[in-house]
């Protein structure tokens, strides 16, 4: 590093003070001159949020309801032009193909969410959740920022998206401690409200007034930076700033507008670097000292000193959550895109989420202390007050699930912490094989020898901490109450199956060309997963298991749409996923059953766990559909929609119980083709795919999942068309 050439690329460095002084300090200087080179400067990640196009002009907010009052994409709130309502157009008129205008498709999702609406009550009237915000508050924005009255929503919405946020969203990534949330004690925290109203707004579906919201707080946002770059204090970014960006990142990656979805990335990136920047990944003593402490506060009546504990733990715990949702996102997004996870576990050096959630949902600090009482926890020194608000250090966790050698009482948070630190291990040494200079057959080999049986035992070891920890595994009985009752257990076991799928295949090549809309793409990569069909099958099991337990939640509930409402956004994910999977696996044993009837692989058989798996695919379809509303009921669905669009390709008849128990029978294989052909198993589950996405438009990246198993299916059936499985099949079908 020396020499001429190097030594003026370190001095070119944006911060080449630094970096020269990290090349030379380093005992092998070679071996980090790339990394030194290719980190950006420590105000890049500044710049980013500062130059990120932002609007100025707010339109009029609307209680209208339905995505036909988003933007376009070419007017998002991310792309520097005003937010302009769409223009309605009859969409089901002229041929069957997909209008160019988005809106056409918005107008016609309107109605469904009309009908869910109807569903979500006014949670603000609630008396037990208050409302969060004050018309005082909403008059000082107002006229601070010289807003209309039409620009700014009235105080019953605001709050009752604030509610919707609380009772819809925290309740699974509780970041925020909503008691300890008083916007009129801290008007710097007006961001972050506006955030949270939002996410809030999404689920009382006026988009519209989410995307005004949305974009002010982005609008905010930039103006402190902006501040905070005038006075050179690029590292003192307050707490709700930062918990209002991770807020921004669950709404601009679960959009369904290409042109904000397109700046995630960069977006994410800067949020990590602010984070590090910030020490928000380090303890929180190591920033600030807790209340010295000579005595045990449970046992005293010093109010005073147990309230400065109390606020010192919800503190340290907000820090933590935040942090820990943070690499949640990151994690679930290099899945999606085929990317880095740039919030990795390595980075997180302070704690994880206190074991005892009840101590985190206090209102105040006497219903804290009554706790620690009632646990008999005692708080006699400052140490003792570090480790329960740090609860155990992350690192130390994950190298002991690393050993295979973990079994603590960590919690369900903090069990679900590790379980994304799995599928982020689990998606990194894919990444990194799937990406070396290999034949397929040495990949796969490398992959069932090596890496496989490691990543089992993992899970195995997870499995056993979770049952110590209060944890179900099988939605059986009364299981099922326990999870539908349980936030984090509906993320839990979604992800678990996630990561068993990634176990067996590698999923993010098919989902990053989702993620870009790339329909041909997406179709190759899903025949590349076929290069290894007992992988494929494994990976159907798990599938199988995310849609039955969302069917069998629905089930004990007795109403669909107010589950489909409540369905967390990365089960979601989860569920589309499993849909492309199922469905690909049973297009390949509808191959070969053409195949076998054309006498073009008379050899070729079906094992008799493709035929059970065949059939367990089949009574799941049955359970779905008897569960959701008949197809045609809601003319006007947007899933409706989508089946018309693909002139047929989603229409398929259900088989007849009795029929479809043939495929197991022994003998001729000829009338199990039949069968099998005559099911078109793989078109029915996009096609139910699509009714559970569709129908429940909270997020509008539901749109997009629901147009990918819409062109997955059209591909389908231009496979399929010229299928003819014989006389015989006219008989099968119920």
Same mark, same amino acid.
């Given at each position: 590093?020396?020499?001429?050439?190097?030594?003026? +690329?370190?001095?070119?460095?944006?911060?080449?003070?630094?970096?020269?002084?990290?090349?030379?300090?380093?005992?092998?200087?070679?071996?980090?001159?790339? /990394?030194?080179?290719?980190?950006?400067?420590?105000?890049?990640?500044?710049?980013?949020?500062?130059?990120?196009?932002?609007?100025?002009?707010?339109?009029?907010?609307?209680?209208?309801?339905?995505?036909?009052?988003?933007?376009?994409?070419?007017?998002?709130?991310?792309?520097?032009?005003?937010?302009?309502?769409?223009?309605?157009?009859?969409?089901?008129?002229?041929?069957?193909?997909?209008?160019?205008?988005?809106?056409?498709? /918005?107008?016609?999702?309107?109605?469904?969410?009309?009908?869910?609406?109807? @569903?979500?009550? @006014?949670?603000?009237?609630?008396?037990?959740i208050p409302g969060r915000c004050s018309e005082s508050i909403r008059r000082h924005?107002?006229?601070?920022?010289?807003?209309?009255?039409?620009?700014?929503p009235q105080l019953d919405d605001l709050n009752h998206y604030l509610a919707l946020y609380e009772l819809e969203f925290s309740v699974y990534f509780p970041l925020i401690h909503i008691p300890s949330f008083r916007i009129d004690d801290n008007l710097d925290q007006i961001p972050l409200m506006l955030s949270m109203a939002a996410i809030g707004a999404l689920y009382s579906f006026h988009a519209r007034n989410s995307s005004t919201l949305f974009n002010f707080s982005r609008f905010l946002i930039h103006n402190f930076m902006e501040v905070q770059m005038k006075l050179n204090r690029f590292n003192d970014i307050p707490l709700h700033i930062t918990q209002a960006l991770v807020l921004h990142m669950f709404l601009g990656m679960f959009h369904n507008d290409s042109e904000i979805t397109k700046l995630i990335s960069r977006q994410l990136n800067s949020l990590v670097s602010l984070v590090k920047i910030t020490k928000l990944d380090m303890p929180l003593e190591s920033l600030l000292l807790p209340p010295s402490i000579t005595f045990d506060i449970v046992q005293s009546n010093n109010l005073?000193?147990?309230?400065?504990?109390? /606020?010192?733990?919800?503190?340290?715990?907000?820090?933590?959550?935040?942090?820990h949702v943070l690499h949640h996102i990151t994690v679930l997004y290099g899945c999606l895109t085929d990317g880095k996870v740039e919030m990795s576990a390595d980075n997180i050096e302070s704690g994880s989420p206190c074991a005892n959630e009840d101590l985190w949902n206090c209102k105040n600090f006497n219903e804290w202390v009554a706790i620690l009482k009632e646990k008999n926890v005692n708080i006699n020194s400052k140490f003792s007050l570090i480790r329960l608000s740090n609860g155990h250090a992350y690192k130390e966790l994950w190298r002991g699930m690393q050993n295979l050698s973990l079994d603590q009482d960590i919690g369900l948070r903090g069990m679900l912490s590790l379980l994304f630190t799995i599928n982020e291990y689990v998606h990194t040494e894919s990444r990194k094989l799937e990406h070396e200079d290999k034949t397929d057959g040495a990949k796969l080999a490398e992959w069932r020898m090596e890496q496989r049986p490691y990543i089992e035992s993992l899970i195995k070891i997870w499995e056993s901490c979770y049952i110590r920890n209060g944890g179900v595994l099988v939605p059986r009985g009364q299981n099922i109450h326990t999870i539908n009752s349980s936030c984090v257990l509906k993320l839990t076991l979604p992800l678990l199956s996630f990561a068993k799928i990634n176990k067996c295949i590698y999923i993010s090549s098919v989902l990053s060309n989702v993620w870009?809309?790339?329909?041909?793409?997406?179709?190759?990569?899903?025949?590349?997963?076929?290069?290894?069909?007992?992988?494929? +099958?494994?990976?159907v099991n798990y599938s199988l298991d995310i849609i039955n337990l969302w069917i069998e939640i629905i089930s004990i509930n007795n109403d669909a749409e107010k589950t489909s409402i409540r369905t967390p956004i990365f089960f979601l994910t989860c569920l589309f996923t499993s849909t492309l999977l199922i469905s690909e696996y049973?297009?390949?044993?509808?191959?070969?059953?053409?195949?076998?009837?054309?006498? /073009?692989?008379?050899?070729?058989?079906?094992?008799?766990?493709?035929?059970?798996?065949?059939?367990?695919a089949e009574k799941i379809f049955k359970k779905i559909e008897k569960n959701l509303l008949p197809l045609g009921s809601n003319n006007h669905s947007y899933s409706e929609f989508l089946r018309i669009q693909a002139n047929g390709a989603l229409d398929v008849d259900i088989l007849d119980d009795e029929i479809a128990r043939l495929a197991l029978e022994p003998g001729d294989l000829r009338p199990i083709a039949e069968i099998i052909i005559s099911g078109r198993l793989s078109t029915r589950c996009l096609s139910l795919g699509v009714r559970i996405l569709a129908d429940a438009p909270v997020w509008p990246i539901a749109l997009l999942f629901a147009e990918a198993l819409k062109a997955r299916a059209i591909h389908i059936h231009d496979c399929t068309s010229s299928w003819s499985p014989g006389p015989a099949s006219a008989s099968l079908k119920k």
């Open positions: 590093p020396r020499s001429g050439q190097a030594l003026q +690329r370190v001095l070119s460095h944006p911060n080449s003070d630094l970096a020269l002084q990290k090349v030379l300090s380093h005992p092998e200087p070679n071996l980090v001159l790339e /990394k030194v080179l290719s980190h950006p400067s420590d105000t890049d990640w500044f710049n980013e949020f500062i130059n990120a196009p932002i609007e100025t002009n707010f339109p009029m907010v609307s209680d209208h309801i339905g995505f036909t009052d988003t933007p376009d994409a070419a007017d998002s709130p991310l792309s520097g032009t005003n937010l302009t309502p769409g223009n309605s157009q009859n969409i089901l008129t002229g041929s069957n193909i997909l209008p160019s205008n988005a809106n056409d498709l /918005k107008n016609l999702f309107r109605s469904r969410q009309i009908d869910l609406s109807k @569903h979500i009550p @006014h949670t603000y009237q609630n008396p037990t924005i107002m006229a601070k920022y010289n807003l209309k009255q039409q620009q700014f005073d000193l147990i309230e400065a504990c109390y /606020k010192y733990f919800i503190l340290a715990q907000s820090r933590i959550r935040t942090i870009k809309r790339n329909w041909d793409a997406m179709n190759l990569e899903i025949k590349s997963l076929t290069r290894d069909v007992e992988a494929l +099958r494994d990976s049973l297009y390949v044993t509808e191959v070969w059953a053409n195949n076998y009837l054309s006498n /073009k692989d008379k050899d070729a058989n079906l094992t008799t766990a493709d035929r059970v798996l065949w059939l367990r």
